[in-house]
């Protein structure tokens, strides 16, 4: 019988399906106990039904690009008749009456859902502290938060419990949980991936997209992942495109920004210094370092955090206890059952932005908040159109630090919202970004995880997959394991 | 965290029946406090210039996004029935709303 080796990828896992050295079913077995054996540790799984995912991989065409493939779920994306809540006790008994489209795509693709990973409430959060039901814990430091908020998705990435997952981002929720894990994640372009059956936070942010061991395999689900859906009127519908068609190529000629605002006083001295011998490696590999600037970054957190919790104050508006998930017991007419269920459904940050978000949209404060928010962002939109007319590529740290410990931000909304610093502009303009490890930093005497973030211009994932998989190619930063 | 007043007060508990939301008072006051400090942030956009700059809602614009006009499957009422606290005769209960 074969079994599978934790952090294989999926392209020799592929392989390996294959030429029959491993049925689907043995690897989806292998992995539910490797999860049963790790993951006590971390917890990033929040539930799996291992029996549905054995038939569905029993059935699997091997011929399909992810023929037999499992690929964990974030909580906020629905898997048919899988339990789905966002992290969040407001939907407490809810169950996915449908797939949504990413889900979906992969299943076309051969790929079987398996597990339904933790995250901080409704996306809210860095540190996936916000979840309603269990901590996730940092592979490498399991008294360290795993990043958020799809802390689950790249926590199990990263401890070998999942080939890859599938997250959502709408300021940072792939790409900083890849890089305090160190694993790769990937922000695809506002539009690339449809929304349709991801729980809404802000729809002009939001975007689902891959958390992968390796760049290729970011690559693989990408090209499952990406297309125009009917289902939601924002994706787009563009050439069919292959996502690994630029992997092998190398770097010569491209042009690399290195914003200067996004290297200030103030950073992990090991992030730093990881990420400028990473731009380093970049320019020997034939890359030409350019610095540019993007004078609007300052406004950034600002800007999103007014355009958020906005957005998320309308779309959580749906939870109201009358159509799904709970409804409180307390309630004597249906204002009071408004007003209770969502008292007992909701976390405190969800709460927070509820009341900040319908603060700058209320009358007398629109237009000095969310329409001045608007208007800054069409600013930060065009810093980065400016940037891409001069470089192919702009390079920056994932994150100003590395994993932070339980605790040490949740009394401070403000200093939690300030560590999405650099990642935050990129969903506010809609381009891709991708983080992937670059190093690691020692932090009170452990080494932990340091993520280079790449941003290309709308719909340039695949000039991202080619200079992160020539980065990853000449560096080992990838193969480094945690010790479980 | 930070314990200077903020500059910035806002009126949590009106906030909070727009929202239809109930809050403690433990929460209204720590949300007060923090919602403050947030928007004492936030004022720093006052600094820019933005007269005659557009708005942007979407990042990536699309405009008339209109769909052929053809009848489709729904899902089906008993499942999205099932996901309901209370339902009777195909229909969703909620208190009375008039006596």
Redesign the interface.
């Known amino acids: 019988m074969g079994t599978f080796t934790p952090f294989t990828s999926i392209a020799e896992t592929r392989r390996l399906l294959r030429s029959k050295e491993l049925s689907p079913v043995e690897l989806l077995e292998s992995l539910d106990q490797r999860i049963a054996a790790v993951d006590p540790k971390i917890g990033a799984y929040i539930e799996r039904d291992l029996e549905t995912a054995k038939k569905e991989a029993a059935a699997a065409d091997l011929n399909k690009p992810l023929g037999g493939i499992p690929i964990g779920i974030k909580d906020a994306i629905s898997v048919a008749g899988q339990p789905l809540q966002s992290a969040s006790r407001i939907l407490d ?3 996915a ?2 797939d949504a489209t990413a889900v979906a795509r992969l299943r076309a693709a051969g790929a079987v859902p398996f597990g339904r990973l933790n995250m901080d409430e409704f996306a809210m959060g860095s540190s996936t502290e916000n979840s309603a039901f269990q901590l996730t814990r940092n592979p490498w430091d399991t008294g360290r938060i795993p990043g958020g908020s799809s802390g689950g998705s790249a926590a199990a990435v990263a401890s070998g419990t999942a080939l890859a997952t599938l997250g959502s981002d709408t300021g940072g929720s792939i790409r900083q949980p890849a890089a305090l894990c160190g694993c790769v994640g990937l922000k695809p ?3 690339r991936v449809s929304r349709y059956g991801l729980i809404a936070f802000a729809s ?1 942010l939001d975007q689902i997209g891959p958390l992968t061991s390796t760049v290729e395999d970011s690559a693989l689900l990408m090209n499952a992942l990406a297309g125009r859906d ?1 289902h939601d ?2 994706s ?1 519908e563009l050439p069919d495109e292959d996502f690994t068609a630029e992997i092998g190529k190398d770097l010569k000629g491209l042009r690399i920004g290195v914003p200067k605002e996004y290297f200030v006083d103030g950073m992990e001295s090991g992030v730093r210094s990881a990420v400028d011998a990473a731009i380093k490696q970049i320019e020997s590999l034939g890359a030409e370092p350019v610095e540019i600037s993007l004078p ?1 970054t ?2 950034a ?3 999103y ?2 355009i958020a919790a906005a957005e998320a ?1 309308a779309n959580l ?1 749906r939870f ?8 409180s017991n307390e ?10 269920t ?2 007992e459904g ?1 976390g ?1 940050e969800v ?2 932005r ?3 978000g ?2 700058v949209l ?1 009358s007398g404060y629109y237009d000095a ?1 969310y ?9 930060i ?1 065009r810093d980065f159109d400016q940037a891409f007319t001069k470089v192919d590529a702009i390079v920056s740290p994932t994150s100003p630090e590395t994993a932070f410990r339980f605790g040490e931000k949740t ?5 939690m ?1 300030l560590a999405d610093i650099f990642t935050i502009a990129t ?5 891709c970004g991708l983080s992937l490890p670059c190093g690691f930093s020692n932090r009170d005497g452990v080494d932990l995880p340091v993520g280079l973030q790449l941003l290309g211009r ?1 719909f340039g994932e695949s000039r991202l997959l080619r200079i992160g998989h020539a980065y990853e190619q000449a560096t080992e930063w990838h193969k480094r394991r945690p010790v479980l | 965290m930070s314990t200077d007043a903020p500059h910035h007060a806002v009126d949590v508990p009106y906030l909070a029946r727009l929202a239809r939301l109930e809050l403690t008072q433990e929460e209204i006051d720590l949300f007060g406090g923090q919602i403050g400090r947030i928007l004492d942030h936030v004022e720093q956009m006052n600094k820019l210039d933005i007269s005659g700059i557009e708005p942007t809602a979407h990042a990536i614009s699309v405009f008339d996004v209109i769909r052929e006009d053809g009848v489709t499957e729904s899902l089906p009422k008993a499942t999205i029935l099932e996901n309901a606290p209370h339902n009777a005769n195909g229909l969703f209960l909620v208190p009375k709303v008039l006596d």
Not at chain 1, 320 to 327: F, L
Request: glycine share 6%.
């Open positions: 008994g809810y169950n009456p449908y372009t506002y539009g002009s009917p009127s924002t787009l609007h300052e406004y957190v600002a800007v955090y007014i104050s508006a109201d206890g009358v159509r799904y998930g709970r409804r309630a004597k007419d249906l204002a009071s059952l408004y007003a209770k969502r008292a909701f405190r709460k927070r509820i009341i900040l319908t603060y209320s908040y329409l001045r928010a608007q208007k800054v962002r069409t600013l939109r009394d401070d909304p403000l200093k919202y969903n506010l303009a809609g381009i709308p």
